[in-house]
């Protein structure tokens, strides 16, 4: 019997061990859906307090429940460790860790680097290694690839390696129903064996399994698709900065627009754009691309006026307060949402960040609320503690900016206490009363 082939038995009989290294909002609700449909799992993370958590059976991602990893680590399906020495023991290894940018916006793959180097330390033949983290085309094969064969080990014969990106939406497990259970998942191997074998294991997570022709074709997949949501936003980020000189309401006009019944697909502006995916990767092609000398303009030009709208926030509370003749310098501003959607925890390249920077930045008190996050980080490595939001503290604000439209805010609420606010969502689209307050983004 082949290696290929009792790795694939295993699979096919759920007596493969599944080894994630990252357990963050991608890797733990991947170790999650495995346990529950057979596999021993085995979690890696540098992160004592996460590893803790997993073994108490506690959760500390919204998408996935507590009650979920108790009843696993009840049953023996779910363990966590910070000892990667332990990957020997596992049969597939998915790596879920991030790809940040680093200070010059360039990609950062130090993480998938150092799992791969803790993966080759202990490396055996019969082991199937899957990529999930978003990266730039030919990541795969030239960084994982290259490190496991450097022991000798041969891709495809002794070991299998494959890239599957991940397709998690933090936040819309319950709102729409989309989990890694029903997400179809893409999948390019290295040689066609790799991606058998990848689509095997996927078969048992997942309903729909898309197989493509190369790791490099599934690594422009996942890159493709949010970039298509980056272009789009910003196409209507420009329109909403032309609705305001014009004095139209942006929000009428999407929404008139999405009335037609096709070649229209509905997006909507905001104060920037936020989260792991959509104002990373962009960058990660833009950067390759200059490899094949080739400048990415249109996709480019989209970051560009992305990354202008925490300004243009900024300008619109100076406009709301000048209503009042007060100025930005010693004004108290409140905003409201720190996440970077509704209803979740997740504040991971808010652009919250930039506006609290830029109102700071000319002298203004700013106080931030948001009930699903009470502490947060900035890019600078500064700590808040937002503040439970009270009528009190709508009353004595020179200014509030609605930044995300968490379900929990009571808009009709602030709008009656506040003496002005800034709405950058269209939050308060069904508020009647007091709407000479509000100014739209």
């Known amino acids: 019997m082949s290696i290929q082939t009792e790795l694939l038995q295993k699979i096919q009989t759920e007596a493969a061990r599944i080894g994630v290294i990252g357990l963050g909002y991608v890797g733990l609700p991947l170790a999650v859906r495995a346990g529950r449909v057979g596999f021993g799992v085995l979690g890696?993370?540098?992160?004592?307090?996460?590893?803790?958590q997993i073994n108490a059976g506690a959760s500390y991602i919204g998408d996935v429940s507590s009650a979920e990893v108790a009843e696993l680590r009840e049953h023996g399906r779910i363990e966590a460790?910070?000892?990667?020495?332990?990957?020997?023991?596992?049969?597939?290894?998915?790596i879920c860790v991030p790809t940040p940018l680093n200070i010059t916006r360039d990609p950062d793959i130090s993480f998938i680097e150092?799992?791969?180097?803790?993966?080759?330390?202990?490396?055996?033949?019969?082991?199937?290694?899957?990529?999930?983290?978003?990266?730039?085309?030919g990541t795969t094969e030239e960084v994982i690839q290259a490190r496991l064969e450097s022991t000798g080990l041969k891709v495809g014969e002794d070991v299998f390696v494959s890239f599957s990106p991940e397709r998690i939406d933090p936040g819309q497990t319950n709102s729409k129903g989309w989990t890694v259970e029903n997400t179809p998942k893409v999948v390019g191997g290295v040689t066609p064996g790799c991606t058998e074998l990848a689509v095997a294991f996927y078969s048992h997570i997942t309903s729909r399994v898309v197989p493509v022709s190369s790791p490099r074709v599934a690594e422009l997949t996942k890159l493709f698709e949010n970039i298509f949501r980056s272009v789009n936003i910003a196409l209507v980020n420009e329109l909403a900065l032309l609705c305001d000189r014009m004095g139209l309401n942006v929000w009428e006009v999407v929404d008139a627009a999405a009335t037609k019944?096709?070649?229209?697909?509905?997006?909507?502006?905001?104060?920037?754009l936020g989260g792991h995916c959509i104002p990373v990767d962009p960058f990660y092609l833009t950067w390759k691309a200059r490899e094949f000398d080739l400048t990415t303009r249109f996709i480019e030009?989209?970051?560009?006026?992305?990354?202008?709208?925490?300004?243009?926030?900024?300008?619109?509370?100076?406009?709301?307060?000048?209503?009042?003749?007060?100025?930005?310098?010693?004004?108290?501003?409140?905003?409201?949402?720190?996440?970077?959607?509704?209803?979740?925890?997740?504040?991971?390249?808010?652009?919250?960040?930039?506006?609290?920077?830029?109102?700071?930045?000319?002298?203004?008190?700013?106080?931030?609320?948001?009930?699903?996050?009470?502490?947060?980080e900035d890019h600078h490595g500064r700590t808040f503690r937002t503040t439970p939001l009270s009528d009190a503290l709508i009353e004595q604000a020179d200014c509030v900016a609605i930044i995300t439209d968490h379900s929990a805010f009571d808009y009709a609420?602030?709008?009656?206490?506040?003496?002005?606010?800034?709405?950058t969502r269209n939050a308060t689209r069904n508020v009647a009363a007091g709407r000479e307050k509000i100014v739209l983004l």
Not at 44 to 52: C, L, M
Not at 261 to 272: A, E, L, R, S, V
Not at 329 to 352: C, F, I, M, T
Not at 413 to 423: E, F, L, M, T
């Open 114 to 137: 150092r799992a791969a180097e803790d993966i080759a330390r202990t490396l055996r033949s019969g082991q199937l290694v899957i990529l999930e983290s978003t990266t730039y085309p």
């Open 44 to 52: 890696f993370d540098v992160s004592e307090a996460k590893v803790g």
């Open 301 to 376: 030009l989209a970051g560009e006026i992305n990354t202008q709208m925490p300004r243009h926030v900024h300008d619109l509370v100076a406009r709301a307060l000048n209503r009042h003749r007060k100025a930005i310098n010693g004004a108290r501003v409140v905003l409201l949402g720190v996440a970077y959607k509704p209803d979740v925890d997740d504040y991971r390249e808010s652009p919250v960040f930039k506006v609290i920077e830029l109102l700071e930045g000319d002298g203004a008190e700013v106080v931030t609320v948001d009930p699903h996050v009470a502490e947060f």
């Open 261 to 272: 019944p096709f070649g229209f697909m509905k997006f909507t502006p905001g104060p920037g």
């Open 81 to 94: 460790t910070t000892d990667f020495r332990r990957l020997r023991a596992c049969d597939v290894i998915v």
């Open 413 to 423: 609420n602030v709008v009656a206490r506040a003496p002005v606010i800034v709405d």
